[in-house]
């Protein structure tokens, strides 16, 4: 019933900044929280960023100060503004929403970061 799809991946140089969009479409009252998690060549999935339906939000160690997490309600989207990238953030970036009632996971198709000069 909920969708999500992500865009804005791309090729970046070392120090740029980009920004990721995620639109959520459906029961999209179902949404409790919304995140971010990112998948490197080799690496294990790990949670880069989460907001709730109350708009907290936290964030990975390695990207605090550097990503910021945020949502526009009446486009039902989320976006990731990334500044200060270095190649370790090169990674596919999923998109994730948790449902209630009854409790479901989903997960974007993944966009592709690059950070590379």
């Known amino acids: 019933q909920v969708q999500l799809v992500e865009s804005g991946g791309g090729l970046v140089q070392p120090g740029g900044s980009l920004r990721l969009s995620c639109a959520a479409s459906?029961?999209?009252?179902?949404?409790?929280?919304m995140g971010w998690y990112r998948q490197a060549p080799g690496k294990q999935r790990e949670l880069v960023a989460i907001i709730n339906s109350g708009g907290s939000t936290n964030s990975a160690d390695s990207v605090k100060g550097r990503f910021t997490i945020s949502r526009d309600n009446a486009k039902n989207t989320v976006y990731l503004q990334m500044n200060s990238l270095s190649p370790e953030d090169t990674a596919v970036y999923y998109c994730?929403?948790?449902?209630?009632?009854?409790?479901?996971?989903?997960w974007g198709q993944g966009t592709l970061v690059t950070v590379s000069s």
């Open positions: 459906g029961s999209v009252f179902r949404i409790n929280a």
């Open positions: 994730n929403a948790i449902l209630g009632w009854p409790y479901v996971e989903v």
